[in-house]
T-cell receptor, first 112, second 114 residues
Framework: KQEVTQIPAALSVPEGENLVLNCSFTDSAIYNLQWFRQDPGKGLTSLLLIQSSQREQTSGRLNASLDKSSGRSTLYIAASQPGDSATYLCAVRLGGADGLTFGKGTHLIIQP | NAGVMQNPRHLVRRRGQEARLRCSPMKGHSHVYWYRQLPEEGLKFMVYLQKENIIDESGMPKERFSAEFPKEGPSILRIQQVVRGDSAAYFC????????????FGSGTRLTVV
């Protein structure tokens, strides 16, 4: 059974810092991995999607890496801003027709 | 393109009543997934549907829960005889094919059972 763990569970940093969120998964035979952002009381916004054959994806100040063999992904946020405050969720998909398995998220607060 | 539309946004039901949650996928998307987020828990997969077919319901509770995605109209997640433990946020996601490159999520329905 696939399990996804996110560390840390919560993180509070001053504005402007670069930071790294970690995600690990137990079954390395994944189809893809997706990072989402969830604001309080809101739905999920997809940030980055990494296919199993890819090593990383970048979008603006965000960079996500994937190491399938070790079962790890990191989300790097450069020059953090207060608007980045949210819960960040990592999710993996085992097969093309499978549902996503989510971690419990990292609750991020960027202090102005 | 209005994205994935879920309604209602908030739903309050008394114990024993039925809850019906609706999800309209993005235009052109024929695959719908339902997830549940319990307080202080991660999102859990419930069911995967294509038009008129349930593909994977391995995450659905065996009793009281059902889902459908008819040929016309939105996907419906139905919870019969709700209990307090059903209180959660229910999210719907859609994609345009099995090989699609990720999901688009709706804003969710927050169900409160009183």
């Amino acid at each position: 059974k696939q399990e996804v763990t996110q560390i840390p569970a919560a993180l509070s940093v001053p504005e402007g810092e670069n930071l790294v969120l970690n995600c690990s998964f137990t079954d390395s035979a994944i189809y893809n991995l997706q990072w989402f952002r969830q604001d309080p009381g809101k739905g999920l916004t997809s940030l980055l999607l990494i296919q199993s054959s890819q090593r990383e994806q970048t979008s603006g100040r965000l960079n996500a890496s994937l190491d399938k063999s070790s079962g790890r992904s990191t989300l790097y946020i450069a020059a953090s801003q207060p608007g980045d405050s949210a819960t960040y969720l990592c999710a993996v998909r085992l097969g093309g027709a499978d549902g996503l398995t989510f971690g419990k998220g990292t609750h991020l607060i960027i202090q102005p | 393109n209005a994205g994935v539309m879920q309604n209602p946004r908030h739903l309050v039901r008394r114990r024993g009543q039925e809850a019906r949650l609706r999800c309209s996928p993005m235009k052109g998307h024929s695959h719908v997934y339902w997830y549940r987020q319990l307080p202080e828990e991660g999102l859990k997969f419930m069911v995967y549907l294509q038009k008129e077919n349930i593909i994977d319901e391995s995450g659905m509770p065996k009793e009281r829960f059902s889902a459908e995605f008819p040929k016309e109209g939105p996907s419906i997640l139905r919870i019969q005889q709700v209990v307090r433990g059903d209180s959660a946020a229910y999210f719907c996601a859609s994609s345009n094919s099995v090989r699609d490159y990720g999901y688009t999520f709706g804003s969710g329905t927050r169900l409160t059972v009183v």
